[in-house]
């Protein structure tokens, strides 16, 4: 199967500043990949997604760019806002397995006012 | 509000015992996730049904199974639980039967088995 690995595992930026969670996965048929936001007591929440067919994707203080030789990608934030602060999920697919999301061990992101 | 809900919010249980969890997913998706989520080992896929057809399936013990039915509720039953069986259980859904593609989490169900 798949595996994939979240870097760092706890992250804390000042409001206004930018904050980068990175992810690599080990299985170079992977060809999709979700961000998930999760809320205390919620559940996780798509923020963004990307396909292996594109580079970078954009949604406004959000975007996630991938690298298909070296295997990883990564959600940046932009003007980080203390409403923002969660836990932060990659994950990876693989085609094959149809339905099946493959995702990191998560980023605890906290954003100071 | 992802438009998925599940029923119950939280459920606390006695080793040995069964229990069933119940999903409804969005309007208009066919497929149904389910995940668990425990601190050991994070989110972990389950199994996936699209219009009543099991689909794929992940780390799911002979001890749960799950089913969809004509109204594309799912239920996933959790047998002779264990300690270990504690976890958040969450239920996702989407359009797409064949990938993985946009698939969005219900509030979850909170399993506590003592």
């Known amino acids: 199967g798949e595996n994939v690995e979240q870097h760092p595992s706890t992250l804390s930026v000042q409001e206004g500043d930018s904050a980068v969670i990175k992810c690599t996965y080990s299985d170079s048929a992977s060809n999709y990949f979700p961000w998930y936001k999760q809320e205390l007591g919620k559940g996780p929440q798509l923020i963004i997604d990307i396909r292996s067919n594109v580079g970078e994707k954009k949604d406004q203080r959000i975007a996630v760019t991938l690298n298909k030789t070296a295997k990883h990608f990564s959600l940046h934030i932009t003007e980080t806002q203390p409403e923002d602060s969660a836990v932060y999920f990659c994950?990876?697919?693989?085609?094959?397995?149809?339905?099946?999301?493959?995702f990191g061990r998560g980023t605890q992101l906290t954003v100071w006012p | 509000d992802s438009g998925v809900t599940q029923t119950p919010k939280h459920l606390i249980t006695a080793t040995g015992q069964r229990v069933t969890l119940r999903c409804s997913p969005r309007s208009g998706d066919l497929s149904v996730y389910w995940y668990q989520q425990s601190l050991d080992q994070g989110l972990q896929f389950l199994i996936q049904?699209?219009?009543?057809?099991?689909?794929a399936k992940g780390n799911i013990l002979e001890r749960f199974s799950a089913q969809q039915f004509p109204d594309l509720h799912s239920e996933l039953n959790l047998s002779s639980l264990e300690l270990g069986d504690s976890a958040l259980y969450f239920c996702?859904?989407?359009?797409?039967?064949?990938?993985?593609?946009?698939?969005?989490f219900g509030p979850g169900t909170r399993l506590t088995v003592t």
């Open positions: 994950a990876a697919s693989l085609n094959e397995n149809l339905g099946r999301l493959y």
């Open positions: 996702a859904s989407s359009v797409a039967g064949g990938s993985a593609y946009e698939q969005y």
């Open positions: 049904y699209y219009n009543g057809e099991e689909r």
